[in-house]
C-alpha cells in the first residue's frame, strides 16, 4: 500500500515535468538560433577578415627597430584584438625583461577568457539539449503506457508524438550547438596560438633592443 502511495506521489511529480520540459527546449531552441546568428556574424565580420601572414609578420619584426613595431604591427591584418593586446605589450617599455613576460601572459589569458565567454554557451546547449530532449521523451510515455493498457490509442498516440518531437527538439539543438562550438574551438586555438608566438617574437626583440626605444626617444 505504501509502495503504490509512492509510485502515486512519483507519478504525478514526474508528469508534471512535461510542461517546463517542452518550455526549456523552446528557451534552448531560441538560445540556438541566437548563438548561431553570432557565429554567422563573427565569420563574415571577424573571422573572414584576419588574413595576416605570421610567418611573414614575424621576420619583418625580427628586421624592425622595436620603435617601429607598434607601426608594423597596427598596418597587418591581425584582428582587432589581437593588435591591441600587441601594442598595450609594446608600450611599456619601462617594464624589466620578467615583469614584462609576465604582463604579457596576462594579455593573452584575458584573451583566452574573452574567446571562453563565446564557447560557454555553445558547450552548454550541446550538453543540455540532448538531457532535456531524453527527459521528454520518457514523461509523456507514463501516461502513454496506461492509455495503451485502457485501449486509448488516441492518447497513446499524442504521448508518442510529444516524445518524438521532444526527442528531435534536443538532438538538433544539440547538434547546431556542438558544431558551432566545434568550429569555434578551432578558430579560437588559432588566435591564441598566433597571438602567443607573436608576443614571444617581441618579448626577444625588446630584450635585444632595449636601449634602441630610450634613444629615439631622447632624439625627439
Known amino acids: 500500500m505504501i509502495s503504490e502511495n509512492v509510485n502515486s506521489i512519483l507519478r504525478v511529480i514526474i508528469s508534471n515535468f512535461q510542461t517546463p520540459v517542452v518550455i526549456i527546449l523552446l528557451v534552448l531552441m531560441v538560445a540556438t538560433v541566437i548563438v548561431a546568428g553570432t557565429f554567422v556574424y563573427e565569420f563574415f565580420i571577424e573571422h573572414r577578415k584576419l588574413k595576416a601572414d605570421v610567418p611573414k609578420l614575424i621576420e619583418n619584426i625580427n628586421m624592425a627597430e622595436t620603435k617601429e613595431l607598434t607601426k608594423l604591427i597596427d598596418q597587418n591584418k591581425l584582428l582587432p584584438r589581437q593588435k591591441i593586446a600587441l601594442q598595450q605589450l609594446i608600450e611599456e617599455k619601462k617594464m624589466d625583461e620578467n615583469t614584462r613576460e609576465t604582463y604579457a601572459a596576462q594579455l593573452l ?17 550541446s550538453k543540455l539539449g540532448p538531457m532535456f530532449g531524453l ?11 496506461m492509455a ?18 521532444t526527442t528531435s527538439a534536443g538532438v538538433v539543438i544539440a ?13 579560437y586555438r588559432r588566435y591564441s596560438q598566433t597571438l602567443e608566438s607573436l608576443m614571444e617574437v617581441i618579448l626577444d626583440k625588446m630584450k ?3 636601449e634602441n626605444t630610450d634613444a629615439g626617444g631622447a632624439e625627439c
Request: net charge negative; no cysteine.
Open 148 to 165: 495503451l493498457g485502457q485501449g486509448n490509442t488516441e492518447m497513446l498516440s499524442q504521448s508518442l508524438l510529444i516524445a518524438f518531437d
Open 109 to 125: 589569458f584575458e584573451e583566452e577568457e574573452h574567446y571562453q565567454k563565446y564557447l560557454r554557451w555553445p558547450q552548454m546547449i
Open 175 to 187: 547538434a547546431i550547438a556542438l558544431v558551432i562550438a566545434q568550429i569555434r574551438k578551432q578558430w
Open 208 to 210: 635585444l633592443q632595449p
Open 135 to 145: 527527459l521528454g521523451t520518457l514523461v509523456p510515455l507514463g501516461p502513454g503506457l
